[in-house]
Antibody, heavy 117, light 111 residues
Framework: QVQLVQSGTEVKKPGASVKVTCKTS????????MQWVRQDPGQRLEWMGW????????KYSKKFQGRVTITRDTSASTAYMELSSLTSEDTAVYYC??????????WGQGTLVTVSS | QSVLTQPPSVSGAPGQRVTISCTGT?????????VHWYQQTPGSAPKLLIY???NRPSGVSDRFSGYKSATSASLAISWLQTEDDAFYYC???????????FGGGTKLTVL
C-alpha cells in the first residue's frame, strides 16, 4: 500500500533552518508530484509548494518563496522540504502529500516543528 | 485569514443531514477550479474525502457528497454518525496566488 513516512519532531532556534524528510513506498515516485502543506496551531492549512517527482521542477507559494526549498531523491523515493530563517510563526505541523488531479490523495503522518529560543 | 471561507462550526444529531459551505472568489472557485474536501480527526493527517468537486475516493462512504455553484462549494453529510465528528477543509486552486488554497476548516460536532 501507499505510504508516506516523515521524519520526526524538530525543535529549532529562531534563525535556524529545518529539513523534513518524506520517504515514500508503494507507488511510482516519479509519476506523481509531492506537495508540502503546513498546519498552524490554530488548525489552518497552508500550501507551501510542490515538486514534480519525475522532472524535479518545483513551484513555491509566494509567501515562502526564498525561504523554502523542496528537493527529491528519486533513487530513494524521498522528498525533502527545507525551510530557513525560522521564526516562532513557523511553529506548525508540516505534511507531505501526494498530488493527484489537483487534490492530495495520500498524506504523511506530519512532522511537528517547534521554533523557540 | 484563509482564502476560502468556511463556517467555524456546524452541528447535527445522529441521522441528520448537514452541509458545510466553502466560499471563494472569481480567482479560485469562481474561475472554475475544482474543489476538494478533507476530513481530519485529532492527531491524524487530513484524509481526502471528495475530489474534483463531487467524486469520492474508493472506501469513502456515499453519505458524503460535494457540490459547486458560482463562487462556492458545499459538502453534504447525510445520516450523520458519531464517527463523522471531525474537522473538514475545502481546497482549490487560486490563479492570482498561483497555488493551492484552503478553507479555514469547519468543526462538525455530532450531538
Amino acid at each position: 500500500q501507499v505510504q508516506l513516512v516523515q521524519s520526526g519532531t524538530e525543535v529549532k532556534k529562531p534563525g535556524a533552518s529545518v529539513k523534513v524528510t518524506c520517504k515514500t513506498s508503494g507507488y511510482s515516485f516519479t509519476n506523481y508530484a509531492m506537495q508540502w502543506v503546513r498546519q498552524d496551531p490554530g488548525q489552518r492549512l497552508e500550501w507551501m509548494g510542490w515538486i514534480n517527482g519525475g522532472s524535479g521542477v518545483t513551484k513555491y507559494s509566494k509567501k515562502f518563496q526564498g525561504r523554502v526549498t523542496i528537493t527529491r531523491d528519486t533513487s530513494a523515493s524521498t522528498a525533502y522540504m527545507e525551510l530557513s530563517s525560522l521564526t516562532s510563526e513557523d511553529t506548525a505541523v508540516y505534511y507531505c502529500a501526494r498530488a493527484a488531479a489537483g487534490s492530495y490523495d495520500e498524506w504523511g503522518q506530519g512532522t511537528l516543528v517547534t521554533v523557540s529560543s | 485569514q484563509s482564502v476560502l471561507t468556511q463556517p467555524p462550526s456546524v452541528s447535527g444529531a445522529p441521522g441528520q443531514r448537514v452541509t458545510i459551505s466553502c466560499t471563494g472568489t472569481s480567482s479560485n472557485i469562481g474561475a472554475g477550479y475544482d474543489v476538494h474536501w478533507y476530513q481530519q480527526t485529532p492527531g491524524s493527517a487530513p484524509k481526502l474525502l471528495i475530489y474534483l468537486t463531487d467524486n469520492r475516493p474508493s472506501g469513502v462512504s456515499d453519505r458524503f457528497s460535494g457540490y459547486k455553484s458560482a463562487t462556492s462549494a458545499s459538502l453534504a453529510i447525510s445520516w450523520l454518525q458519531t464517527e463523522d465528528d471531525a474537522f473538514y477543509y475545502c481546497q482549490s486552486y487560486d490563479s492570482s496566488l498561483s497555488g493551492s488554497v484552503f478553507g479555514g476548516g469547519t468543526k462538525l460536532t455530532v450531538l
